[in-house]
């Protein structure tokens, strides 16, 4: 179960990398939709960091009840 929460915070990662070409390419076409996609990049990097912390802290919690 730990292992799939890793691999899915990197989707969160891919969407921020998608959304930082969305923004590079539409910057200066469509400057309301560029808009969009930093929204976009931000909260998906926020939910990395987010889920990341998340999960090494569920990791440290579970290795010390093991002990």
Do not use: C, P
């Not at 998608?18 to 930093?38: C, E, G, K, M, P």
């Not at 939910?47 to 093991?66: A, P, S, T, V």
């Amino acid at each position: 179960m730990i292992k799939i929460l890793r691999y899915t915070e990197y989707l969160y990662v891919a969407v921020a990398l998608f959304s930082i070409y969305r923004i590079y390419t539409d910057w200066n076409v469509d400057r309301q939709n560029a808009y969009l996609f930093v929204f976009f990049a931000i909260v998906s990097i926020g939910m990395f960091l987010f889920r990341r912390n998340y999960r090494k802290k569920f990791e440290r919690r579970n290795r010390d009840h093991q002990k």
